[in-house]
């Protein structure tokens, strides 16, 4: 009985780490690296073909400081049209224009390969926050970064925020290099799912050996009449 609960409590652990492994997100390590000084690097969080958050950091382009990146969906302040009606060459229904607190447009989605080029002519469009980068009136960032492919190995990203206005943050189309490479399960995680699935086996053979018959002995003075 032992063994059997150890087997069915083995193969529920694995069944279970399996399935969550299956189904977990993709972390991705990116960078970038363009005109104007920028440069910016972080984490994307990718589930079935989209980006569900970002982490990152960004500098240059006339900011000032080192601002902290976050994704922006359709669903974020500041999106005044969704999906995007300027843009059809890649018409997919998650696209959206989001206009920051100084009231520049950025074109994105949240759309990506797991190969290059790993984004599409929309793009990511990530708020920039940090000291001295505020938010709009309706909780919008002030200040956006939109890094988008047009094809294997031609890139361009917009680092916006002036308002129209010269002299302030503004570098925008400007080419550069994204290197996006995804970060391995842990080293750890498939000696665990091996380990169990040996534990059961073990289990599951140990149930299969057969207990010897020890012979019934009844004393002579136990015998009917």
């Keep these: 009985m032992r063994n059997k609960l150890i ?14 492994a299956a189904n977990a997100d993709t972390i991705y390590d990116w960078s970038w690296s363009g005109g104007d000084g920028v440069s910016a690097s972080g984490t994307f969080d990718v589930l079935s073909g989209f980006v569900q958050s970002v982490t990152g950091t960004i500098t240059g382009g006339g900011l000032g400081t080192t601002g902290s990146l976050s994704l922006i969906t359709a669903s974020s ?3 005044i049209s969704q999906p995007d009606p ?7 229904t998650d696209s959206f224009v989001f206009q920051d607190g100084n009231g520049d447009n950025f074109e994105g989605d949240t759309a990506f390969s797991s190969s290059s080029p790993w984004l599409d002519v929309y793009g990511l469009v990530m708020a920039v926050s940090g000291t001295g980068l505020g938010t709009g009136t ?13 094809g294997p190995g031609n890139w361009q990203a917009s680092l916006g925020g002036n308002g129209g206005t010269p002299g302030q943050v503004d570098a925008t189309n400007q080419a550069g290099t994204l290197t996006v490479t995804a970060v391995p399960l842990p080293a750890a995680l498939p000696l665990l799912l091996s380990g ?5 086996a073990l289990a599951a053979r140990r149930r299969k050996v057969a207990r010897p018959r020890i012979p019934s002995f009844r004393p002579a003075w136990f015998a009917r009449p």
Aim: no cysteine; hydrophobic share 50%; glycine share 16%.
């Design 196 to 200: 169990l699935g040996g534990l059961g």
């Design 7 to 20: 087997t069915i409590g083995v193969a529920a652990v694995v069944s279970l780490l399996v399935g969550s």
């Design 77 to 79: 302040p500041g999106v």
């Design 86 to 92: 300027a843009n059809h060459l890649v018409p997919t």
């Design 138 to 150: 309706h909780g919008e960032a002030d200040y956006a970064f939109n890094v988008w492919a047009n």
